[in-house]
């Protein structure tokens, strides 16, 4: 692993006093394999919160069932100390919006399209009132609208809203999944990976940008790779392996613990899964996910 100075940080949070998500004992099994075992974690008002871990360590595993595409095997998820339901749209409309570490965008949608998706949890408009198109109607489209135009432009995407997501570069895709799934008004986001496969630049303004929605109140659990993107970024970071948190702390106390250390050069750990083992659980998430796991998750 990679280790870094965190000089450059962005200051702790001004409030963290209320919790947003607390998930007590999260286990996750598929058949007789555990991919993720009794984790705790607690984001808290205002708190940037880093997952990270070596691969297959269970860190999308968790977030899916943090975000009720999975249902838990054991363990609670609480938002605002509400348990969530286990639908992915109803844990959007309780305030949880997530982007998802293989973009999920609808290609042949325009920019603005996309965003007013996001939207649809935060309108009241029903079938007949969409077939009417009435006063009512015509205001709160107006308003959707308003709102997608403005988180266009927060995240620097406004000259593109006529543009189809699938022509699009690679940074500007992952920027539109954010400002979609900000537009479902979260008190959290879930972000999985959100520089993969982005150059340095790209990298900064994606830094740049999570540190402005926290400004703007909304707490950030983030899952990343890129080490001096996490430990210049975020207040606290766990991290996990196979499947179970190994510490939890400050990035300074993360980065240098010799265990998290070990895990990252591969050195093995007591009881550790053979590859077999590693790859029938990743067949077993697939599969769980179901045919259309390629497909964008509306509000989400």
């Known amino acids: 692993m990679t280790t870094t100075t965190t000089t450059g940080r962005a200051p702790a949070p001004r409030d963290t006093g209320g919790a947003v998500l607390e998930a007590s004992g999260v286990t996750m099994r598929f058949g007789g394999l555990t991919a993720v075992r009794d984790v705790d974690l607690t984001v808290r008002a205002g708190e940037i919160v880093g997952l990270i871990g070596p691969n297959g360590a269970g860190k999308t595993t968790f977030f899916n069932c943090l975000t009720g595409l999975y249902i838990p095997t054991e363990g609670t998820v609480r938002y605002r100390g509400t348990v969530l339901p286990h639908r992915s749209h109803l844990v959007t409309q309780a305030g949880i919006a997530r982007t998802f570490q293989n973009i999920r965008l609808f290609a042949n949608m325009t920019v603005l399209e996309n965003v007013l998706v996001g939207r649809h949890t935060r309108t009241s408009e029903g079938l007949f009132s969409a077939l009417l198109r009435g006063p009512r109607f015509r205001k709160a489209e107006r308003d959707s609208e308003d709102r997608a135009m403005e988180l266009l432009d927060f995240t620097g995407l406004t000259d593109k809203r006529d543009h189809l997501a ?18 479902s008004e979260p008190g959290l986001l879930l972000l999985d990976e959100p520089t ?53 702390g400050s990035p300074e106390t993360v980065q240098m613990d010799d265990r998290v250390i070990a895990a990252y050069l591969g050195t093995p750990f007591e009881g550790e899964p053979g590859e077999a083992e590693a790859a029938e659980v990743r067949a077993a998430e697939a599969h769980s996910t179901g045919t259309d796991a390629d497909q964008p998750e509306e509000g989400n």
């Open 166 to 183: 699938r022509n699009l570069p690679y940074g500007e895709q992952r920027k539109l999944e954010i400002a979609r799934a900000l537009a």
């Open 196 to 248: 993969a496969g982005m150059t340095a630049v790209e990298t900064t303004a994606t830094r740049e940008l999570v540190l402005a929605i926290r400004e703007q109140g909304t707490a950030v659990l983030v899952i990343e790779h890129d080490m001096r993107f996490i430990f210049n970024l975020c207040d606290r970071v766990a991290v996990l392996v196979q499947g179970q948190k190994l510490i939890e």
